[in-house]
Every structure is written in C-alpha cells, then in structure tokens.
C-alpha cells in the first residue's frame, strides 16, 4: 500500500449542468430534504461506477479526525481528544465531532487564517481584523465580498484594496481569480488564444471597475470621472467598457473630464484631508459599487457562487472540481459539474452559508476515504477516489508541533468548554513565531532545503520543542523508566494515535541506545517523530 501524493493535471467544468435527483435542471432549486453530504457522495459515486473503479476505504477512527481537526480547527488533536475519539462507540460521533468543532472559536480563527490566504495572495499586510469577527458570525460571503469592495478601514476591510491599489493591473486580475476563479491576465495584450470567452474587452471591463480607485494617505478614494482606454492587437485605441466577465455592460451616468484648473482644486482638497487624516468625499457613482451588484445579480452570480465552492473543495480534498482553480471557464469543464452546479446553487440559496457548505462536504464519505491506495495503478485524482495528501500551511504545522511537544497533562480530558479553548489560542498564539518560518505551500509544495535544515540545525527546534521542562513532552518522558510507556505516550502526543506493534518494537530498541540518558533519549525521541512526513502532511 501506498500514499497517494497530489498530482496536478487539467480537469473539466461545464456551465451547463443537470441537478440531482428531483431536479432536472441546473435552474431548477435545490431539494430541501437532501443532505449536502448525501448530494456529493451521490454524483461522486456515480463517476466512480461509470470508471469501474472502487474506491478507497473509509480512512479509521485516527486518520479521520487528525484530517478532520485540521481542516476545521487548524491544528492535529490532543492526545486525550483522539484517545476519546478512538474510544467512543457511540452513533453519530463524527457528526457530533464536526458540530462540535465547528462552534468552537478555534474553528472562526482557522477559518480567518484560511481566507487571509486565500484574499491576500502573499501581498502586504492582511484582513484578519475583518476576517476574525466576520468568521466568529458566521458572515455571509457574499456581504464579506461587499465589505472588500467598499473598503471600510474601521473594520479593517480595506486591505484587500490598499495592497493591491498601486497597481491595477494586479487588483483587477486578483479580483476576478479569487472572486470569480478566471484568470484574465492572458488577455490585457491581446484576446486569450485558449479561451474564446475571453477578450482585451474583459480584462479591461474589469480593470475599469477600480480604474477611478486611489490611495490618499490612510483612506482610499473613488473619482467621478476617468476612462480605461487600451490598444488593440490592430493597433487601434478603444475605450474599455464597464463589463462584467459574463459579458454585461453596465450603464453609468455620464462625466467629463474636469478642467486643469479643477484637478488643481481637487488635489490640494486631498491634501488638506490626507493632512487631517479624513478620508476622501465618497463619489456620486461608484464603480465598485456597481461590480459588487453586478457580479451578486441572480443571472450573473455562476462564477462568483461556483468559484468559492470550488476553492472550499480544492482546500478540503486537495484539488478542485475545477482544476485549477483560477481557470474557470467553458472550454474547462468541472470534473463533477452536476455537482458543482448543486453545491453553488444551494450556497445561495442559503445566503451564501460557507459554515455549512464545509460541514457538509467533511461529512461525505468522499471526504473520509483513506489515503492508502492498494491497486496497482492509481485512479485519476478527479475521480476523488482516494484522499489526496496535503501538505499542512504554516499555521497548522506549527500548532500541531507546538501541541506535539507539550506534556499531555496540559490537556486533560476534564479540561473542555470556555477553558479548553483559552488554552488553545494560547498554544496558537505561541506557535505563531514558528510559522513565519515555514513556507505556504503551493500546488507543487516539496519540502524545501531550507525547511530540512531548519529541523536539522536550527537551535530554535530544541528551545521549542524539545525543552526539558514541566510542561513538556520531553519533561514528562524523561522521568518514565519503561521504555514501552515512553514510546506509547510519545507516539499518542506526536501522532494522536497508538503506535503499532512493529512501531513499539523499533522505537523500543532505538530507545535502548539512550538507556544512560533519559533525557536524550526522550529528545531524540520525539525529534524523530515530529520530523516524519507523517506530522508534515494531512492525508
């Protein structure tokens, strides 16, 4: 047997689409007594019936909640959480689990840190003081795109913009590629040569919706006035219109440009209140306005519903319906389009709910599935067949290995509710510095050089994770003579399961080499398992 590693490959997305079950069409509503779960597992199924293929077992009771905390709560479970979890035989645990992790604070503030990824791309700065209340209420995505767009710098909101104002460029196409999952750079010079749909009139439609956005000191602006113009491949001048990626063109009020004497008047107004730290008159017309109107209308919404749906899927199961995820269009249908087309219909006709979008699809057994593969020739990853392995971002990875470190004693099994929580973000607050020293990985993530070496020379790991103190792992392993204890607790702390038989018997006689050093042998103990690829990947 083996473990499936991600594998990057094109797959298909269909704008048109059939429902499931009593729906018959892909503007048919969605059935209000089927489950989200059952929706995935039904057209998921189907596929694998079709290819002949059977799939994966449901991955155990160990692998399935590491997997499952760390998409919900950003981090590996405790020792005593997963020793519960195993134990339990009571019917519907794992629905309980999902529930109970989801009404957690850990589950807002992972959420946060996800789509403070996901919106900032790497830029400067970030939205987690939007991010972090507006996860905690459950804010609904298509109010968090508004917000973005009309950029309120009280709430924070306006980092999406300032990062990106100075070149626009970059903040029409990162709009449309993390909005709408279309990615219209190949066509700022000339008409995309793969994608028909998509012409210099799209790329500069959508740049025109910010062109009249700018910075003024702390606050950003909007003009009444200014046009996008651009130079067609004939070489002729055009003056871009106001258009959606659907195509639509929006009507605006007229306006001229002001005189020289205006713009005179204009600037030294800004400067005044650049000076007084106010923010710039608000624009009798405002094009983001109308974008965030536009791109929410009920016959215009298909990129902007599909496209969350299909970057929730890709975090969740490793790749999108749509793959990649940037690269939404006709000419590249979903691998699922049915179900694609279900999943962002329900969304809006839940008021854009990604809560319950996530709790669904963690609840499928497509989601569950092991990421062992016992045939011979792997399936196509579109089939989801099998579970992809993920590598962890830094956050995760670095909560994890905090929580893998510390003696177990500090979560105990009595300790839940308001307490338990506390004690969680502290151990996140903590790991924090950690993981700005790890990198975010991208589709093709390998383990760099870099990170290697960190875990190899970095005097960092021990002061870290491999104290000899109190609250430690390696405190509290040190002072146990049993060298099968040892390897029990160390193995339950690091990889929230038990170890197995061949385990035990290996780590036991890697032990025996320390018998004159406890404490060395505990370190090197849990250095060796915090190192394996084991604590590195969710799979």
């Known amino acids: 047997m083996r473990l499936l590693l991600p594998i990057s490959a094109s797959v298909l997305f269909c704008l048109s689409a059939v429902s499931v079950a009593e729906a018959e069409d892909e503007d048919a509503p969605a059935p209000a007594n089927v489950e989200i779960h059952e929706v995935v597992d039904r057209y998921v199924d189907e596929q694998l019936k079709a290819a002949a293929i059977t799939p994966a077992l449901q991955a155990d009771d160990a692998n399935l909640l590491r997997r499952t905390m760390l998409d ?41 840190n996800e789509l ?29 795109f508004r917000d973005l767009l009309a950029a309120d710098p009280e709430s924070g909101a306006d980092q999406f913009l300032k990062s990106r104002v100075k070149d626009l460029d970059r903040l029409a196409n990162d709009t449309s590629v993390i909005f709408f999952g279309v990615n219209v750079s190949c066509a700022q010079c000339h008409d995309h040569p793969l994608v028909t749909e998509w012409t210099q009139s799209h790329f500069f439609g ?24 651009f130079q067609t ?3 002729e001048e055009q003056v871009a219109p106001l258009m959606f ?45 109308q974008l965030a109107s536009v791109a929410l209308e009920e016959d215009e919404n298909i990129y902007f519903s599909r496209s969350i749906v299909n970057r929730i899927w890709y975090r969740l199961f490793g790749r999108g319906l749509v793959a990649p995820v940037d690269q939404m269009h006709p000419e590249n249908p979903a691998s699922h389009p049915e179900l694609l087309a279900w999943l962002a ?33 792997s399936p196509s990853p579109e089939l989801f067949a099998v579970a992809m392995v993920r590598p962890l971002t830094p956050a995760q990875y670095a909560t994890s290995l905090r929580i893998a470190s510390m003696n177990p004693s500090w979560f105990p099994e009595e300790l839940t509710g308001e307490e338990f929580e506390k004690r969680i973000e502290q151990v996140e607050n903590s790991a924090r510095g950690f993981a700005r020293m790890i990198e975010q990985p991208s589709e093709d993530f390998q383990v760099s050089v870099t990170e290697a070496l960190l875990f190899n020379n970095n005097q960092r790991i021990t002061s870290e994770f491999l ?36 385990e035990a018997r290996v780590l036991v006689e890697y032990l025996s080499q320390y018998k004159e050093n406890r404490l060395i042998a505990a370190q090197q103990l849990v250095w060796a398992l915090m190192t394996t690829n084991e604590v590195r990947f969710n799979y």
Do not use: C
């Not at 109970?100 to 946060?112: D, E, M, N, T, Y």
């Not at 607790?489 to 690091?494: K, L």
């Open 345 to 377: 219909r329900d969304l809006v006709e839940h008021d854009y709910d990604l809560q319950r979008l996530i709790r669904g699809l963690v609840l499928s057994n497509a989601y569950s599935r092991s990421s062992r593969w016992d045939g011979d020739d």
């Open 72 to 112: 919900l709560v950003g981090r590996a479970p405790t020792s005593a959480e997963a020793t519960a979890f195993m134990a339990s035989d009571e019917t519907g645990k794992r629905e309980f689990t999902v529930d109970r992790l989801i009404a957690s604070s850990s589950f807002a503030r992972h959420q946060a």
């Open 245 to 289: 990626l659907t195509g639509t063109v929006l009507e605006e009020p007229e306006s001229s440009e002001p005189t020289d004497e205006q713009k005179k008047e204009e600037k030294k107004q800004l400067e005044e209140l650049k000076k007084n730290k106010q923010p710039p008159p608000a624009p009798s017309f405002s094009r983001r306005e």
């Open 206 to 229: 959508m740049k025109s919706f910010f062109s009249r956005t700018f910075e003024n000191g702390d606050f950003l602006g909007e003009r009444d006035y200014g046009l996008v113009k």
């Open 116 to 144: 403070n990824t996901m919106l900032m791309q790497g830029g400067s700065g970030d939205l987690l003081k939007y991010l972090g209340p507006a996860t905690a209420e459950n804010r609904p995505w298509n109010k968090m």
């Open 233 to 235: 491949t004939e070489g």
């Open 467 to 502: 104290r000899d103190a109190g609250d430690s792992l390696v405190g509290k392993l040190k002072t146990i003579e049993d060298p099968k204890q040892v390897v029990d607790i160390a193995v339950r702390n690091v990889f929230a399961r038990p170890a197995s038989d061949d």
